[in-house]
């Protein structure tokens, strides 16, 4: 396999800015329901830093930031922001959420390919839309009196770059009391989509975090899907990790009363996160589905099998292949040093709903960022189809 610089980006953020000067100077735009008012401004600024979901408009977006290849279209409260080059790769990701919902790479047959699975159902109120799968973030933080705060909602803040060789779409979300600040940066390239993320502690004291990022990959079946370079990484298997875009199959829950999920679903996320910080001898809980421990003894590891694990030593980059597909995607990541894989099984329908694996770069243990400390990490989708 190639090294990382075959494929990781020399990463070009945008130049460190006050995210408060740019909110300033769009808010009265960005939202459609803002009214006047003689302190509207200190208003907005605070609906924008405690993360209050707010109609966007589009209107505004289209005339401060169109071009570069870059396109919106509002879809009730939310809007999509798609991107595209000129050799036909695409990609296309969603405000607030900041949820990429497609990459279609352009591929060695002559077209693009879906490389995200993505569904959309109808939510319990009948208006309303559930979108899950994609490329997902779930970022902690908590201070040190134990506030915990994660990006929810995003703002754009910036767009650069052309349709001839990459666009760069930049998100921003900003703490309560600017407790801490949190940039995504999304790169379209022609063979490459980046994740890339600078967190910054912008108060005097410490806080610490951690999260992951889960990709859904479409595959045709899982039993016609191998990941390809894990041979000799240690695993710990464990339950699956619930959020509001997760695609898990009913029969996980099978066993399980609705009390009982509800509480098993909300560990779940402090279990990923905070599990190094138990004793040993209770990492065998709900949270780590049997605690079974083991190392890959495969460098072609089949699919075919219902599991979850997390890989506490697996190599910065490997590859997973869909010879059903007839697609392979390299998958590389920085600043996460665990990684966690999970396959619904076999025994549903190919390119069905479950016909998707689940891999996301994820830290275990928190990383504490002192007053004024940064931090950065990426995973990267790569293309090796041209």
């Not at 945008?14 to 000067?21: A, D, G």
């Not at 002559?110 to 699975?117: A, C, D, I, K, S």
């Not at 063979?191 to 859904?216: C, P, R, V, W, Y």
């Not at 998707?356 to 504490?368: A, D, E, N």
Request: charged letters at 20%; one cysteine or more; proline letters at 6%.
């Amino acid at each position: 396999m190639s090294s990382s610089s075959a494929f990781f980006p020399n990463s070009t953020h945008l130049p460190p800015r006050n995210p408060w000067k740019q909110l300033e100077r769009t808010h009265r735009h960005l939202f459609c329901n803002s009214q006047p008012h003689k302190h509207g401004r200190q208003l907005s600024l605070q609906a924008v830093a405690s993360g209050a979901t707010l109609p966007i408009n589009v209107d505004y977006l289209v005339r401060e930031f169109s071009g570069h290849g870059v396109n919106f279209e509002g879809i009730g409260d939310n809007c999509v922001i798609k991107m595209g080059l000129e050799n036909g790769s695409m990609a296309s990701l969603m405000l607030p959420s900041g949820l990429i919902t497609s990459y279609k790479p352009f591929m060695w047959h002559g077209t693009t390919l879906e490389v995200l699975h993505t569904t959309v159902s109808e939510g319990e109120d009948s208006e309303a839309v559930v979108i899950q799968g994609g490329v997902s973030t779930h970022l902690k933080c908590v201070n040190d009196v134990g506030t915990p705060w994660s990006p929810a909602s995003w703002f754009l803040h910036d767009v650069r770059g052309s349709p001839e060789k990459s666009i760069q779409v930049e998100l921003v979300s900003v703490a309560p009391q600017s407790m801490v600040e949190v940039r995504y940066l999304v790169t379209l390239q022609r063979d490459l989509l980046a994740s890339e993320f600078t967190i910054t502690n912008l108060k005097s004291s410490s806080l610490q975090l951690s999260g992951s990022i889960m990709n859904h990959l479409k595959v045709s079946t899982p039993d016609a899907t191998y990941a390809v370079g894990l041979q000799g990484s240690n695993y710990r298997s464990q339950q699956p990790v619930m959020s509001e875009f997760s695609i898990i199959p009913p029969d996980y829950y099978e066993s399980r009363s609705p009390t009982t999920n509800q509480s098993w679903t909300e560990k779940t996320l402090e279990g990923l996160f905070f599990s190094t910080w138990k004793k040993k001898g209770d990492m065998k809980d709900e949270t780590s589905g049997d605690g079974s421990e083991g190392e890959e003894d495969d460098d072609y590891s089949q699919m075919t099998e219902k599991l979850c694990r997390i890989y506490t030593s697996a190599p910065r980059e490997f590859t997973v292949i869909d010879r059903g597909r007839r697609n392979s995607v390299d998958i590389g990541r920085s600043g996460f040093d665990e990684l966690y894989i999970l396959s619904p099984g076999s025994n549903h329908d190919w390119y069905g709903k479950y016909a998707f694996i689940c891999i996301g770069p994820t830290m275990l243990k928190p990383v504490f960022l002192g007053p004024g400390g940064v931090w950065k990490g990426a995973q990267y989708l790569h293309n090796p189809n041209l």
